[in-house]
């Protein structure tokens, strides 16, 4: 492998570890609080048990979202120098807004969390996770201002031999940005959501302090049935805002090869793994995929045909990504929606089974999110900001491939020895159960 | 205004603001245990810098982050220039980060004595490192025409190692203070006698570095021609005999004061002996990057700098806040109740 291939494996894999931590702290962050509040509130001793319980765990996977989260820092000037210098002006900057406004927020305030119990009032106290909570969703949405002008560039003029900010506000109102914001804000409470209630279900089916897990269970159930269905209202407007700002990611999506007006989505398809065309397409339903690229039944659908196969995605990955995501989408309204009915109707113990797969869906929403950002960043390839710079022409010059292989072995070798310790600790403070 | 030369001083700032405050932490990292007897002291040696540490850290997120946007082609020279040294750092970082968290998780003695060695092994490291980096810095970089042509046992010369020294130096005497300052009984003391032995060899690192710095790099031009400048070093020099005495007289915690105030004034000294350069070069200064040719576009910088205006006075009063509700050492029982123990 060469330096390009190596350093977009090492990022690949850095940022989807990242990404194991941090979309859990976005969603166990507000239901923490809420927890707390709750406490707060009411005075009521069991609110608390449960507030510490999850409390706790919040930090155990914190940890390593934040340790991990150097590397991408890092990172961009160690392995993508070309890309640093050309984009800086513009895309640094969120990056450095998001240091400067959120991350600051969230390290001070966590500390003061941890800390803090016998120094602030309860209000004061619940209020400090409230503010990490908005913190690292304010982190994630400068990063993906960030990310959003690598898909759709704007605000910018190429002077002086690169891309200059010439209009902020367009950065900050970039379509693409809020989008791929709520959608990954939302999959993270899903994520929460499925933690909570898959935890809860591993206590319930050994019949553990039911009272506090029954009430972690249903708090878990209504956020998750909401995130999921906000998720899939936003994953809609942003599969149309791929067909308008990035056709030939779209066209990948769905593995459409022919541009065609009222165009009909085939329920089964199956890419030539030559990479040209389809070798199976059945079960059509018409107009289905004009109406999801464009809500509108006659609308003309661009196939990767259209693009010279040098500006195409790989086809393959991102088109089963895709699909699976949008499957196991689908299956997170069903199991959240049970979940809220069960919990409702007091009947969640009557139903091991579903408790039992409850527990074992807690991966699943983990892989859904690792799957969306494989279809975001294959789908923008070959660019590293779409239709300005190719990620080719981004990757540092003066690194030798030995050095890329270095760092990606360390990497490997680290990560993988501080994901077990961190997951074995996860496991073993989930299954303690609650203090009191 | 020159928005430019503005992010030159607040580039220096940030890393100036990182080194006096992860200072502190990284030194008893990596030396608290020196000060320490026995597993409860140890526990209120780490219990110490629990609440600070993360905090601290975010002003080196926010410095590299600044360095991206104010000075791009720095951004990417700094860490792609120096990768293998960059990606040490980051280790060491990562580790130390972890080591810190995972440390009270289980209360088996194994458990814990192994993550203080790597909290140990991995903040004296970053302190090493960040040191010796800094050193290559203040010396200049083999860069020519087409970038960076040294190579990673290059940066290892007797100037950058010197360097790494004395920050380690620094941060040793730093963070010995921090626990005389901040802990009682027996470590408090211990810490105290540490840190007045450790000050003699800060001293002597540090008049090495001066006077290295003075005949080997280009750091003393600024000086000669704007004489004013001289009050840096200056105050270096009386900040840290006043630690010294302050520290005699039994006054730790203003001595923690006087440390810090002499790792910000040896901090900028060295900013102000690089300006207007960000990354010299050692062959000819027509490659180096400057404030000139490595910046940002001026609508840019002055975004950036109306951002820093804004939210960095609002970030620094949240840290003074958490200082000041921290004042007191944690109790056995906080401890237990923030699962640190």
């Known amino acids: ?436 | 205004m020159d928005y430019a030369k503005v992010w030159f001083v607040l580039w220096a700032v940030l890393w100036t603001g990182y080194f006096a405050l992860d200072g502190f932490d990284l030194g008893v990292g990596f030396s608290g245990w020196l000060a320490a007897d026995g597993e409860e002291e140890i526990r209120n040696v780490f219990s110490s810098i629990g609440p600070f540490w993360d905090g601290n850290e975010v002003w080196l997120v926010t410095a590299g982050g600044a360095t991206f946007a104010a000075f791009p082609a720095v951004y990417a020279g700094l860490f792609s220039w120096l990768y293998p040294a960059l990606l040490l750092i980051l280790f060491s970082l990562i580790a130390r980060g972890v080591s810190l968290e995972f440390r009270g998780k289980l209360q088996s003695p194994a458990w814990k004595s192994f993550w203080a060695g790597s909290a140990a092994v991995s903040s004296f490291l970053a302190a090493l490192l960040f040191g010796v980096a800094f050193g290559n810095l203040f010396r200049g970089l083999e860069i020519n025409a087409g970038g960076y042509n040294g190579t990673f046992v290059g940066l290892l010369n007797p100037y950058a190692l010197l360097t790494g020294a004395l920050f380690c130096a620094f941060f040793f005497f730093h963070g010995q203070l921090w626990l005389a300052f901040k802990t009682a009984g027996p470590v408090a003391a211990r810490a105290g006698r540490l840190a007045s032995k450790g000050w003699y060899g800060l001293a002597l690192l540090l008049a090495l570095f001066l006077a290295a710095s003075w005949l080997s790099t280009g750091l003393s031009g600024n000086f000669i021609v704007r004489k004013y400048l001289l009050v840096l070093p200056l105050g270096l020099a009386a900040a840290l005999s006043a630690a010294k005495i302050l520290l005699a007289r039994g006054l730790p915690g203003r001595a923690f004061l006087a440390s810090f105030a002499s790792i910000v004034l040896f901090s900028l000294s060295g900013f102000a002996g690089l300006y207007p350069d960000l990354l010299a070069s050692r062959v000819d200064p027509a490659f180096s990057l400057t404030v000139y040719n490595s910046s940002s576009s001026a609508y840019t910088l002055r975004l950036m700098a109306a951002v820093a205006l804004v939210f960095l006075p609002a970030a620094i009063g949240c840290q003074v806040w958490v200082y000041r509700l921290f004042r007191a050492p944690l109790s056995a029982a906080e401890l237990k109740k923030s699962g640190m123990y």
């Open chain 1, 1 to 436: 492998m060469d330096t390009l291939a190596l350093s977009r494996l090492q990022f690949a894999l850095t940022a989807m570890f990242h990404f194991i931590f941090v979309p859990l702290t976005l969603g166990l962050g507000w239901l923490t609080a809420f927890f707390e509040t709750r406490y707060a509130r009411t005075g009521d001793e069991r609110w608390l048990s449960i507030t510490r319980f999850w409390g706790k765990l919040f930090l155990i996977n914190f940890a390593l979202g934040v340790v991990t989260g150097l590397t991408m820092e890092f990172q961009f000037g160690m392995n993508w120098a070309e890309y640093s210098k050309y984009v800086g002006d513009i895309f640094g900057a969120p990056l450095a807004i998001e240091a400067t406004v959120a991350f600051f927020m969230e390290s001070t305030f966590i500390g003061v969390w941890v800390f803090g119990w016998e120094r602030l009032s309860r209000k004061a106290h619940a209020g400090a996770m409230w503010i990490v909570a908005f913190a690292t969703n304010m982190s994630a949405l400068w990063i993906l201002l960030a990310n959003g002008w690598m898909q759709r560039p704007v605000g910018y003029v190429l002077r002086n031999g690169r891309a200059e900010m010439v209009d902020f506000a367009a950065l900050i109102t970039n379509p693409y940005g809020w989008l791929e914001f709520f959608h990954t804000v939302f999959a993270g409470w899903v994520i929460a959501g499925f933690f909570v209630m898959g935890v809860s279900a591993w206590h319930l089916l050994r019949r553990n302090q039911e009272d506090l897990f029954k009430r972690s269970f249903g708090a878990g159930a209504v956020f998750a049935l909401a995130s999921s269905l906000l998720v899939a209202g936003v994953g809609d407007l942003s599969g149309v805002n791929a067909a308008k700002n990035q056709p030939a990611k779209f066209a990948a999506m769905e593995s459409v090869w022919e541009t065609r007006t009222a165009a009909p989505m085939a329920l089964l398809t199956i890419p030539s793994l030559s990479g040209e065309g389809n070798a199976v397409e059945a079960l059509k339903i018409p107009y289905a995929l004009s109406l999801l690229a464009f809500h509108s039944p006659s609308a003309e659908v661009k196939g990767l045909n259209d693009f010279l196969p040098a500006d195409r995605p790989p086809v393959p990955p991102v088109f089963l990504s895709f699909r699976t995501m949008v499957a196991l989408g689908g299956l997170f309204i069903l199991l959240s929606g049970a979940g809220v009915w069960l919990w409702h109707k007091d009947l969640l113990q009557e139903y091991p089974l579903y408790l039992k797969v409850m527990l074992f869906s807690i991966p699943l929403p983990y892989i859904a999110i690792q799957l969306g950002w494989i279809v975001t960043e294959m789908g923008r390839q070959p660019w590293a900001v779409y239709g300005l710079m190719r990620t080719a022409e981004g990757v540092t010059k003066t690194v030798s491939t030995g050095q890329v292989w270095m760092s990606l072995i360390g990497f490997t070798l680290f990560y993988s020895a501080l994901g077990i310790v961190d997951i074995w600790l996860l496991a073993k403070y989930a299954k303690k159960g609650m203090e009191g």
